[in-house]
């Protein structure tokens, strides 16, 4: 079980080495931007290190919508970034799962997450793993509440899709932890990423506000159950930075019996 943290994008490896973090995830453009990111001088150099890399997608990203122009422009971006994140390497990348405006039928939603994927097949694909991730607030989100997750992945259904399962998204969007990853394989069949994040927010605020792990409203041993049950590659991104992270990270790793597994 590789264990990492959401980092800054200068210098990936030297943050990683910092937290003694196997795994890293940063973005590779302006998070709230349009702007398709830039080939990265230390390719090279990424794609040969022994740390696990994932990139986030910007969080303007949203496919789902009904609005001409955010959802034309997001289909593009998303393609942009798999194919910068499969550049150096990247074992995936993660995007939120969207939503639809008040009044529009959730239906036209997911079958544009259904119509970005073919874009995608259509361009040559996305060259990298692509994971939908859990979204903490909106009544009208794709991936919030697992009844609608339930839809997305029906519609996805002819195409590879990953999952990444973020804890803090989860409770404060309102479900459970405890049994929350045999709810989630139910319906997807995998959990690709854990976001191991505690929430400041209450249970079903829809407050997406992190935490150190020992900290905010969920129980630190819940956030280890999911992991332990989901078996899957671990990032914390939680506030703090190197310490805070760094805490997390050995946190993880000493109630889940683990051992660094990289210089």
């Not at 973090?21 to 150099?45: H, I, T, Y």
């Not at 544009?112 to 040559?124: M, P």
Request: aromatic share 6%.
């Amino acid at each position: 079980m590789r264990i990492g943290a959401h980092v800054d994008s200068t210098d990936p490896l030297a943050e990683a080495s910092a937290r003694a973090a196997e795994a890293v995830q940063f973005f590779l453009s302006d998070p709230q931007g349009w702007k398709a990111p830039k080939p990265r001088a230390d390719a090279d150099r990424l794609r040969a290190a022994e740390v696990d890399l994932y990139v986030h997608a910007p969080y303007v990203i949203n496919v789902a919508t009904l609005n001409n122009r955010i959802r034309i422009p997001s289909r593009k971006l998303l393609l942009a970034h798999a194919q910068a994140a499969a550049a150096i390497g990247a074992k995936g990348l993660i995007v939120h799962g969207g939503h639809v405006s008040a009044g529009d039928d959730p239906a036209v939603g997911f079958d544009n997450w259904r119509k970005t994927f073919a874009y995608a097949a259509d361009s040559g694909g996305f060259g990298v793993p692509v994971l939908i991730e859990n979204t903490a607030g909106g009544d009208n989100a794709c991936a919030r509440r697992l009844d609608a997750l339930a839809r997305l992945w029906d519609a996805l259904g002819d195409h590879e899709v990953g999952f990444c399962l973020d804890t803090c998204h989860a409770h404060a969007g309102g479900e459970d932890l405890l049994g929350l990853v045999d709810r989630v394989k139910a319906i997807t069949g995998r959990i690709d990423l854990v976001h191991a994040n505690n929430s400041k927010g209450a249970f079903n605020s829809g407050q997406d506000r992190h935490d150190n792990l020992g900290g905010g409203t969920i129980d630190p041993d819940l956030v280890v159950a999911v992991i332990r049950g989901a078996d899957a590659p671990v990032v914390v991104e939680t506030p703090g930075g190197v310490d805070g992270q760094g805490a997390d990270i050995a946190f993880l790793r000493e109630r889940l019996g683990t051992e660094i597994r990289t210089a």
